[in-house]
């Protein structure tokens, strides 16, 4: 699932990239035509062309990529890692694609995939909005509408990858209630590499962390620079503009813990429309209940800033985290009257989402 420590997964596999075949492992680069060698610590290229977020030509292209690297290949183990496949829409059949050139070339496909407590998973999406400038709207509102997605039902989301693999599909807890090892070094061990990998680049390797989750002033900093049309003046990736707001952040000591939405409702109400289906996940790969696997997230109180009166100091460090990010990026206020027909359309879009565009998945 999205942000469950893929990008270090994925950004440990890049650096060892080099040495990898000396432990027959294969991590492709799959990069675009035009982008520079290793640009993606990822396969999002191949994701996106494959979900038709792409133009129609690249999905050729980019499979035509992933067929060239597999007959080049002498490893016995090929990995492919891109968060959004475990919520690309079955209708698509990415799995069966996948199986299908897997298997041209005489690899078997066998699937990951990281999960963690729904409630947590929710807090991170919404924060990984923030970090993408996509949001103006409170946790609370923002989950109300997300609720019924199906976004969660990780059983839902699992299955059509279980029946292209003929259920080799391992499932990994962000945090595991009968280990207290490093995910990564789980990850590895998990899918019966860790040895493989350690002797390329030891210990230290399944310890690393990145691309850390924004905190509460970051979020609402966000939030305020989403108002000001921030993300319709950066050319680019709008995710640049979530850096500077957390580097802002993190230079000025602020934001040591992730943020955390204040809806306590949400809990019993998620647990109530996910709760069935993630068992069925939990059997399906650990044999076992959920709650006997996955370790809970830490109880901690709300840190979310938008609903409750902010304190005269915080105020000031969002404050000057705007400034700086108005400053880096050389930001201008929208007119009054450009904001409107942008504010009206902004609405209407979220309206639709709520009404439409959550069918993507469903929870049996």
Not at 132 to 159: D, I, K, M, P, W
Not at 236 to 252: E, F, K, L, M, T
């Amino acid at each position: 699932m999205p942000r469950t420590g893929s990008t270090s997964f994925q950004s440990v596999l890049t650096g060892l990239r080099p040495r990898l075949a000396e432990a027959g492992i294969l991590y492709p680069d799959l990069s675009a035509p035009g982008a520079p060698p290793g640009a993606e610590v990822n396969h999002q290229p191949l994701g996106e062309a494959l979900d038709g977020r792409r133009p129609a030509v690249e999905r050729g292209a980019s499979l035509a990529r992933l067929a060239g690297a597999l007959a080049g290949t002498r490893a016995d183990t090929v990995i492919l890692s891109y968060e959004d496949f475990s919520v690309q829409k079955p209708s698509l059949g990415v799995p069966e694609t996948l199986r299908d050139v897997f298997r041209r070339h005489g690899f078997a496909l066998e699937v990951a995939m990281v999960v963690k407590p729904v409630l947590e998973q929710m807090n991170s999406a919404y924060a990984h909005r923030a970090q993408l400038v996509q949001e103006t709207r409170t946790f609370r509102a923002y989950a109300g509408a997300l609720c019924g997605s199906g976004r969660f039902a990780y059983h839902a989301l699992v299955e059509p990858w279980l029946k292209a693999s003929n259920g080799r599909v391992t499932g990994i807890p962000l945090r595991d209630l009968r280990s207290e090892a490093p995910l990564l070094e789980r990850m590895f061990r998990d899918l019966g590499l860790a040895d493989r990998v350690a002797d390329l680049a030891g210990p230290e390797t399944f310890r690393y962390v990145t691309n850390r989750s924004s905190g509460p002033v970051a979020v609402e900093a966000s939030r305020r620079l989403r108002r000001l049309r921030a993300h319709r003046q950066v050319a680019g990736h709008p995710r640049q503009i979530g850096h500077v707001i957390d580097a802002a952040a993190w230079s000025r000591g602020l934001d040591p813990e992730p943020f955390r939405g204040d809806a306590p409702e949400m809990r019993a109400r998620l647990e109530e429309t996910y709760g069935a289906s993630n068992e069925r996940f939990a059997q399906a790969v650990w044999g076992q209940p959920w709650e006997d696997i996955v370790r809970p997230a830490p109880d901690r109180p709300a840190n979310e800033l938008a609903t409750r009166p902010i304190p005269r100091e915080i105020e000031a460090q969002i404050g000057l985290v705007v400034a700086e990010t108005i400053r880096h990026f050389g930001l201008a206020p929208p007119s009054a009257w450009r904001s409107i027909p942008a504010d009206l359309a902004e609405a209407a879009a979220d309206r639709l989402a709520r009404l439409v565009g959550y069918t993507r998945w469903r929870v049996p």
